[in-house]
């Protein structure tokens, strides 16, 4: 059996450079295996000894995890993300050399990453290690689905290459991130924390909607950062495990570039493709949730009946039934919102199901979609404009989609929401609510910081 894969990784790689010279320049060589079972998570921190560029990505619904180390190829886009990355995404799946005798969606040929918010916001130099839109090929993406595991490497393969080095590169890199599973850090506590300007965000909540109300817009997104100081370096696959635990229903993510860490637990797909079938979910409208079961459903009652709650759902639904219907030629949407439950808040809750015409890819759907009422706001260009000129936060991926995209028309984006930026010991987190006519700067405020709660926890230890 291992007999039989060596040679074919050799006969595969030898493929590679004879194309390689053939072409005079460099072959990616993408090949899968199935693996014995290997934790993502653990997989992601061995993953910290080669290269400080990592990915992680769970659906915890679906008990499908990605956790993908180094960098075959990246696309990198300032404007015209989604463009670009179709654009050069199309000729790597022409130009790669794949072999993925399995057919399980987010194995094989896989790309993940994001975006910024808003490519035209002005940028504090906080998330300058992340760019405007990047999608990387790992050098190897661990794929989870259930009980099955699968390895896949990507390497870029050049004339001058060697076989037998880079036989023997993949074997070793292989034992590093599938190796006997180490004991995860401890959560070193949160040292000191700093909301940012609160009083003037609230001010800004006020102003957003004074401006809602002489009719420039009709729903505004605001959000708002706490800064965070742990006692040490923060331990990314530590907070990854707690927030897979803490946060079920959710889509845990982290996205390293450089040492820094886009991180997450998001409850908020923007879209999921399975070849041409689509699902994505209008999500907003949020209250707590109670201490008691009687409590609970009568806040869940309440939201569903709030008007001004109810309006912020509104906006997005019209909005993504308008840019799925740009795409897609069905396209069903329930007329009333149910609530989703999650650890500590409930949303109201829309779910969107669409057949994709097949002259579209995902990322046509994402450029529509992006950003949707639920974090820009409607008008979205009046709403992006306020937003620029009074939002004292630099949002950097914040709010926008992060997710995945494999060769055989699967993929799947969340919004990049109850998310923080890691850089050594210190934490940005972020959260945003729907401004309406009716908003009240103060239970806005302090819908942001139930939102903050849950990665708050997870960074205090104490969840
Ligand atoms: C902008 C955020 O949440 C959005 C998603 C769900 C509910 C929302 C709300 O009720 O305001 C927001 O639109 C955030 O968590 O940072
Ligand atoms: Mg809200």
Redesign the pocket.
């Known amino acids: 059996m291992i007999d039989v894969q060596t040679k074919s990784l050799e006969t595969l790689l030898g493929e590679a450079v004879a194309q390689a010279k053939a072409d005079n320049g460099a072959q990616l060589l993408s090949v899968t295996e199935q693996i014995k079972d290997t934790d993502p998570v653990h997989f992601f921190a061995s993953a910290g000894n080669l290269s400080t560029d990592r990915v992680f990505w769970t659906s915890t619904s679906e008990s499908f995890s990605m956790a993908g180390v180094g960098n075959a190829w990246e696309i990198e886009a300032e404007k015209n993300r989604t463009q670009t990355a179709e654009r050069y995404w199309q000729y790597l799946q022409n130009h790669a050399l794949v072999h993925n005798p399995y057919q399980e969606p987010g194995t094989g040929l896989v790309a993940l990453g994001g975006m910024s918010f808003d490519p035209d916001a002005r940028s504090s130099g906080r998330w300058n290690r992340f760019g405007h839109g990047s999608l990387q090929v790992p050098n190897v993406l661990l794929t989870q689905r259930h009980a099955r595991h699968y390895l896949t490497f990507n390497i870029q393969v050049r004339a001058t290459d060697n076989v037998d080095d880079l036989k023997k590169w993949v074997q070793e890199t292989k034992a590093v991130v599938t190796s006997t599973r180490q004991p995860l850090p401890a959560i070193p506590g949160i040292d000191s924390q700093e909301e940012i300007e609160p009083e003037q965000w609230k001010d800004t909540v006020q102003r957003a909607a004074d401006t809602i109300k002489v009719g420039h817009a009709e729903k505004i997104?605001l959000?708002r950062e706490l800064r965070v100081t742990l006692k040490d370096r923060a331990p990314i696959a530590s907070i990854l495990n707690k927030l897979l635990t803490t946060q079920p229903n959710s889509y845990v993510f982290a996205i390293e570039r450089d040492g820094d860490c886009f991180v997450g637990a998001s409850?908020?797909r923007l879209v999921k493709q399975d070849d041409e079938q689509l699902f994505s979910v209008c999500?907003?409208?949020?209250a707590p949730r109670g201490q008691t079961d009687e409590d609970d459903r009568a806040i869940a009652q309440a939201l569903l009946h709030d008007d001004k709650?109810r309006s912020?759902h509104d906006f997005v639904v019209k909005m993504i039934r308008q840019a799925m219907d740009t795409c897609c030629d069905v396209v069903h949407v329930p007329d009333k919102p149910v609530i989703h439950p999650f650890q500590n808040l409930q949303?109201l809750y829309t779910p969107v199901t669409a057949k994709l015409n097949q002259t579209y890819s995902i990322f046509d759907i994402i450029d529509q979609l992006h950003p949707t009422p639920?974090?820009g706001g409607v008008p979205r260009e009046a709403s992006l404009a306020f937003i620029r000129e009074h939002e004292q936060l630099d949002r950097g991926w914040y709010?926008a989609p992060v997710g995945w995209v494999d060769n055989h028309r699967n993929g799947e984006f969340a919004v990049g929401?109850?998310s923080g930026l890691i850089r050594d010991d210190s934490v940005s987190l972020?959260?945003?609510?729907?401004v309406v006519r009716d908003s009240d700067p103060e239970a806005e405020y302090d819908?942001?910081r139930i939102?903050l709660q849950p990665i708050l926890s997870v960074l205090e230890g104490s969840s």
């Open positions: 997104v959000a409850p908020e999500l907003a409208g949020t709650n912020e949303h639920a974090l709010g929401i109850r972020f959260a945003g609510c729907g819908e942001t939102k």
